[in-house]
């Protein structure tokens, strides 16, 4: 992203700013019509990614050239043509009424310009993508089988993605990105800019920071908190990392480990509730579901994920006899005490959610709420010109969102009207001869392939699109189907060879980017597995009865600290491989018993409480080792004397 200099820095700090207070404006006083909404959004945020993003690594950095300045211009005219023809375009048959020759020219050249600004601002494997949807429309007539479609000339192509409201660049995926995924951002930077993000570091250092290699659980902590509200994984990196990773290379970890912890915490921000970058709103918005599922569906599995990571940075911590922060290095519980206040947005967010209020009416309340408690303490204080900062960065972090959203309309719209979904469902289908478990790993290789590079909400947009249909070809739920295609499409963020979020933590700890992003796929191995139990044993999403949910969230317990272990090689003491290979085995044997509902119905209440008691134990065992290794040597046999 440029930084620029001048006048123009000024206009387009301008800019960026009337668009938030549009977003704002649209929440509290009602959204306008569907392209006037979504018009005026690609109106603001196209020409920035132009004007903020260089063409090549040879463009000015400093100014725009007049290439951007031309592309610019030219990306305004389709979303005016679009709002100044509303009426006459809401009046039009789709598939029926001609497409007039202005509207041909102007829907290609909004396509291209997207795609060029999607190559910009996101990463060139994505335009490249979008470009391949585009292509198959040309290929498919000539294509056998079940990829075969329908030629379809340009004007129908242009009209489905350009002149539509329910797919293409206009449609319902850029209306929710103009709507609840604008919002979200706009009460993330007022939450920055509050310094909660710096609050949340805080109570993560004083909470974490006493035990063995406090900076990875401080990292652990902290991203889990701050990632839910981000959205975008490498944001997340950023945002945290800078603190948490240099902590952790003093403290004694490898630069690669400690670019890897970043990396996966901050992608498992995503999966977290309750706004999980949101996606829950988004899958909502698609599904029908009501949010309140969806968050508390996914509230257990994210718990085990971070228990997973912290497990296996507290086992390494004790392996390598790394220390804890020193006290003087963190904020008293007082002070921390003192700033919990600035949590009260969030906890406004969620109750509004659970009692019913929309998501746009709860953000916006919860939006409001963080700028009159920013007046308590004078550094939080949102003056004038702070606001105005608050305004412009959310502006600016739309316009990532906002052409991948775009971009990813486009290729639901080519899905949609050549009916490939229907032909990957059925491809799938065949290639796994009708099981299950063999279906599910091709679902997971598409949403990985598809999600890589991308943020979390076209990502997720993008392989349900294509996944979904397959999974409910399988006769699986929605629920499951879209969290299994969702967990999948985040974690492309840690998958190599396109791992994103572990290149930004590599480029911070000073390591290799991909061998950082094989740590961290390892460090997040438990988000892999757990969408597979929950496709299923739905109990994992506390769907079913109560013994069988908490069963199964114990036998994944058990399953979370004996994966760890045997990864790490300690539990109370360094282990042999032999050692690790059963712990391994028994791991594979009890992901298998809670993805059985039928084995598990043998866990009765009782055996339930009894089950309970001893992950307690366990749990106790592993985060008080000196205390166990103290009694183990004071009750060891002494050797006798010669």
Known sequence: MRKLTGPLKTVLAIWSALIAAFYLYTALFGILQPRLQRGIHMLFLLPMAFLLFPATKRSPKEVPSLLDALLALASTLPALYVMLMNENLNMRMTMVSPVETIEVWLGALNILLIIEAIRRVVVPAMAILVGLFFGYVYLAPYLPGIFNARPMPLARLVETNYLVTDVGIYGSITGITATFVAIFVIFGCFMEGTKTGAFFTNFACKAAGRGPGGPAKIAVVSSGLFGSISGVASANVYATGTFTIPLMKKMGYRPQFAGAVEAAASTGGLIMPPIMGAGAFVMSEITNIPYATIALAAAVSAVLYYVSIGLRVHFIALKEGLKPMNEDEMLSWKQIARDSYLLVPLVVLIALLIIGYSPFGACTASIAATFVLSFLRKETMLTPKKLFKVFESSGYNCIMLGVCCAGAGMVVSVVTYTGLALGIASAISGFSGGFLLPALVLIMITAIILGMGLPCTPAYIIAATIGAPAMYALGIDPLPAHLFVFYFAILAEVTPPVCIASYCGAAIAGSKPLATGWEASLLGIMGYVIP???????????????????????????????????????????????????????????????????????????????????????????????????????????????
């Open 532 to 642: 597979y139990i929950f496709v299923y044993n739905q109990a994992l999403l506390l769907q079913g009865p109560a013994w069988a949910i908490v069963a199964t969230a114990l036998v994944l317990f058990v399953v979370v600290g004996l994966t760890a272990s045997s990864i790490t090689g300690f539990l109370f003491k360094p282990l042999r491989l032999p050692t690790r290979l059963l712990l391994g085995a028994a791991t594979i044997g009890l992901i298998l018993l809670a993805a059985d509902e039928k084995l598990l119905a043998a866990f009765t209440p009782a055996m339930a409480v009894i089950a309970a008691a001893g992950a307690l134990i366990i749990a106790f065992l592993i985060l008080n080792q000196r205390t166990v290794r103290a009694f183990m040597a004071a009750n060891a046999p002494r050797s006798r004397s010669a």
